[in-house]
């Protein structure tokens, strides 16, 4: 559905952040990426939903192609109404309008026809939502603001919903509430899912599969399964050692491992 | 009494066209970020077209004030297209002089078109008297200020309930956010623009009423808008508004209460503009961001 051929991303003309990435994302599939601070993958979805542009950043090279038609040239504006939808890190909420507003806002791509189905399908997945339906979107938790924000992406009925860092700030119960609302609405509604994720034990519960990058580049890539077992992951995005356990700290040499990937 | 009525009915009916030219400020502001001081000039241009449709070229006057109140909203596009879109990004400073440097432009093209000495204007509002509460008051004040109470009633509904309406606000608030959800940011700005224009032009065309006559004085209005917005919060619509209202009645009062030759109706303004600027920066009703505790 959504295939990223080499890409390269270039920030204010010097800074090279994306580095002949690629990957591809099936439809109907929850795809994890994950990685660390600063590893790109932030800019991996803008670079999807065209929202570089205001950052002044650019994609020099490579392609994206959405169901077959190349979209890094596209404004932002075409590739909502081409059916991605990006979900932005913070939640981004807009704060002074009222939640219904802000679904309102969310569904400003669609024609208005079906807006009543929508908003009951949004009030479905989040009830907390309807019971706030009037608030001030400012003064919601941040668990709710995390609801609105998923809400506002289904009321613009995409094919692909692009997630970043849905967990950020939020308490694990809510965290592990919403992983499931994400797991419903992709198997209910068919919605394709792009996760970005720095909880990767919890991204790779809920994906089909995972990439991992790192400086700008995927350096490993699989089913969550396989990526569960690979000693690396273990180590560097588990925290667990080569017997399973926690990791210790005590153990004086871990920081002399090296990822096997970087060399 | 009937002198404290009068006076306060014609500060209100002043208020309200000063508020409505206001708004147009806060929204552009609002919606991009540019302090426009090219406001007063929208209202001078909105005054000559409609002097221009319906004095020079004799069309019906309802007629006349439409196209007027439409092409002014199209000339506020294009200054928004040609003029300001190729600002994006650069300092604040920067956008400010382009919009000082516009509004003398645009002061010298009425200039240029229509002279400097006055143009006694058609004055579409009844000009007749009625007495409240025993003071004489313009029946053309009530009218002003019915009509941008209802202009006000209109915006108010657009924000609310309209699809554009909503996306002026989300641009407002967080302009990648909206941008996220296909939200077109310069067809918002595009409409701020024209919105300004047209209250602008309205609040023009009821001075121009008011006083019988138009000519670049009408443009000094602008000016007040400052007063107006720092009072009020520069990014609140209902701060336009109210602080249209305190001053205009402001101005009334100092006006008819204190010695003529102080001159104190031009002033009073300015000087709560520095007292607001000195005690509360963000105005009475401007943002502060809500924080969750």
Not at chain 2, 64 to 82: H, K, M, P, Y
Not at chain 2, 87 to 109: D, K, Q, Y
Not at chain 2, 241 to 259: D, E, H, N, T, V
């Amino acid at each position: 559905m959504l295939t990223l051929n080499n890409i390269e991303v270039i920030y204010n003309d010097v800074v090279l952040v994306l580095k002949g990435l690629s990957l591809e994302v099936p439809a109907g599939r929850i795809v994890a990426l994950l990685g660390s601070n600063g590893a790109g993958k932030s800019t991996t979805l803008k670079a999807i939903s065209g929202l570089l542009k205001p950052e002044n950043g650019e994609v020099t090279d490579g392609e994206i192609l959405f169901q077959g038609q190349p979209i890094h040239k596209k404004d932002a504006a075409e590739i909502v109404r081409m059916g991605i939808f990006q979900v932005m890190e913070g939640r981004r909420v807009f704060e002074h309008l009222t939640v219904e507003e802000n679904l309102r806002a969310g569904a400003y791509t669609q024609s208005g026809r079906h807006f009543a189905g929508d908003l009951t399908l949004v009030y479905d997945y989040f009830p907390r939502l309807k019971e706030r339906r009037n608030q001030v979107a400012g003064f919601l938790s941040g668990g709710e603001q995390q609801m609105l924000a998923i809400g506002r992406a289904l009321m613009a009925h995409p094919k692909l919903i692009m997630l970043d860092e849905p967990s950020l700030g939020l308490a694990p119960l809510l965290v592990a509430e919403i992983f499931e609302i994400i797991r419903r609405i992709n198997r209910e509604q068919g919605t394709t899912i792009l996760l970005v994720e720095q909880n990767a034990r919890l991204a790779l519960e809920a994906a089909h599969y995972a990439y991992i990058m790192e400086n700008g580049r995927i350096v490993l890539e699989g089913s969550p399964d396989d990526l569960k077992d690979n000693a690396d992951v273990r180590e560097f995005y588990l925290g667990l050692n080569e017997i399973g356990s926690r990791k210790s700290y005590r153990e004086v040499k871990h920081y002399k491992r090296r990822k096997r990937w970087l060399s | 009494m009937d002198r404290f009525v009068q006076l306060a009915l014609s500060g209100i009916a002043n208020g309200a066209i000063l508020a409505l030219v206001a708004l147009g400020f806060v929204l552009i502001y609002k919606s991009s970020d540019v302090i426009n001081f090219a406001q007063g000039e929208l209202l001078l241009i909105g005054a000559y077209l409609t002097y221009a449709m319906v004095e020079q070229f004799g069309i019906w006057w309802p007629a006349g004030v439409v196209f007027a109140v439409i092409l002014s909203a199209v000339i506020g596009v294009l200054i928004e297209q040609l003029v300001l879109r190729p600002m994006i990004g650069e300092p604040t400073i920067s956008v400010i002089m382009v919009t000082i440097g516009l509004s003398s432009l645009l002061r010298a093209i009425t200039g240029a078109i229509w002279g400097v000495t006055p143009r006694p204007a058609p004055q579409f509002l009844p000009t007749d008297t009625v007495t409240i509460l025993g003071a004489n008051v313009g029946v053309d004040r009530l009218w002003a200020f019915g009509l941008a109470i209802a202009l006000f009633g209109i915006l108010t509904l657009f924000f609310r309930y309209s699809r554009e309406g909503i996306a002026m606000r989300a641009v407002a608030d967080d302009q990648q956010a909206a941008l996220s959800m296909g939200i077109s940011v310069k067809k918002v700005w595009a409409v701020a623009w024209a919105i300004a224009a047209i209250t602008a032009t309205v609040g023009g065309i009821l001075l121009m009423s008011i006083f019988g006559g138009v000519s670049g004085t009408i443009g000094r209005v602008g000016l007040l808008v400052f007063p107006v917005v720092i009072l009020g919060g520069l990014d609140s619509i209902p701060g336009a508004i109210i602080g249209g209202l305190i001053i205009g009645l402001l101005q009334s009062f100092a006006g008819g209460y204190l010695p003529p030759e102080w001159g104190m109706g031009e002033v009073m303004p300015f000087i709560i503009l520095l007292f607001i600027l000195l005690v509360r920066p963000y105005g009475l009703f401007g943002q502060r961001i809500i924080e969750r505790v």
